[in-house]
């Protein structure tokens, strides 16, 4: 084991110093940026790069400023703008999020956890996140940047476990600073330093504020205690899914379930660029029970919804 609470105050002030000269400068983080634009910002970063993030996120507040803005169109228009974030039932739960915020809030984010845990789609993490990020609340923020910095300068493990567990929470509240305005500080700058520093397969110790102090490094950085799987893309119904929805997104009007479906001869996609997300999909070659499956799903996750028409996003 590698530093422990008794430490926290010199890890404290060597994380959070790094974090002042080296953090990134993103829009959520300026002064300026309102509770709304931190609580789109920490739905969209889930599983998500910044770099992929910022340009969706400066169209959404363009677009939606407020809560009210938002709640105030269809569902279906919160999916369109979503793109291809990835992951599109983050939009639906974050026109959910903002109709519950207009209705219940008057058009706010709620300030404390436990008001932004009765949000749809709001878990532990976001709540923690928006709570302190965006008000200023003291509150133990873990996400999986933060388990690898702990993990690796105390734990002195290559990676935290697969799934978050009651020590690491434990250890978690243990090194947070009492102070609400270092707490917030320290949660940025743990998340920053995983984020940029202390990555998961090209970890640069060689500039890391707190080398001298890690578990890991002192232990001779032993091997993970398990292989993390990674995540198949090609082939699989998430990629179908993605493929029909792009379609989705970019037409007119209603699809027919039949053009979805295929096979289907387009001359010149390219003429017309609502045929090219068509095009793509069919590129694919899908089985015909796979597309039936994606298109179930989307239709059961209300990702889309089918009319006479035919298929198209929710209104």
């Given amino acids: 084991m590698g530093p422990g609470p008794q430490q926290a105050p010199q890890l404290h002030t060597e994380i959070i110093s790094w974090f002042t000269a080296n953090a990134r400068d993103l829009?959520?983080?300026?002064a300026g940026c309102s509770p709304w634009g931190i609580f789109v910002s920490e739905i969209m970063l889930q599983q998500t790069p910044v770099v992929r993030v910022l340009p969706v996120w400066e169209q959404w507040m363009a677009r939606w400023p407020t809560p009210a803005a938002l709640a105030a169109e269809p569902s279906g228009?919160?999916?369109?703008?979503?793109?291809?974030l990835g992951y599109p039932r983050r939009a639906l739960r974050l026109h959910a999020a903002a109709t519950a915020m207009t209705a219940d809030f008057g058009g706010r984010v709620p300030e404390t956890s436990a008001e932004l845990l009765t949000l749809p789609g709001v878990g532990t993490y976001?709540?923690?996140a928006v709570a302190s990020f965006a008000f200023g609340r003291r509150e133990t923020v873990v996400d999986t940047n933060i388990r690898r910095v702990h993990a690796r300068a105390v734990g002195g493990k290559a990676l935290p476990a697969p799934a978050?567990?009651?020590a690491e929470m434990r250890l978690a509240v243990a090194l947070l600073p009492d102070d609400d305005a270092a707490s917030v500080a320290w949660n940025a700058s743990v998340m920053e330093l995983g984020a940029l520093v202390c990555t998961a397969r090209s970890p640069k110790c060689e500039v890391c504020p707190v080398l001298r102090h890690c578990a890991w490094v002192a232990a001779g950085k032993p091997a993970?205690?398990?292989i993390p799987k990674g995540q198949s893309w090609a082939g699989t119904d998430r990629q179908v899914r993605g493929a029909v929805m792009a379609v989705l997104r970019q037409a007119r009007g209603p699809v027919l379930r039949t053009l979805l479906l295929g096979p289907l001869d387009l001359v010149a996609p390219e003429a017309d660029p609502e045929l090219a997300p068509l095009a793509a999909l069919h590129a694919l070659n899908a089985p015909a029970e796979q597309l039936e499956r994606a298109l179930a799903g989307l239709l059961t996750d209300r990702l889309a919804e089918e009319t006479e028409s035919g298929l198209q996003l929710p209104a």
Avoid: C, I, Q, S
């Fill in 27 to 30: 829009p959520w983080r300026e």
């Fill in 77 to 84: 228009e919160a999916v369109r703008a979503w793109g291809r």
């Fill in 126 to 128: 976001t709540a923690a």
């Fill in 164 to 166: 978050l567990n009651a």
């Fill in 224 to 226: 993970p205690d398990y």
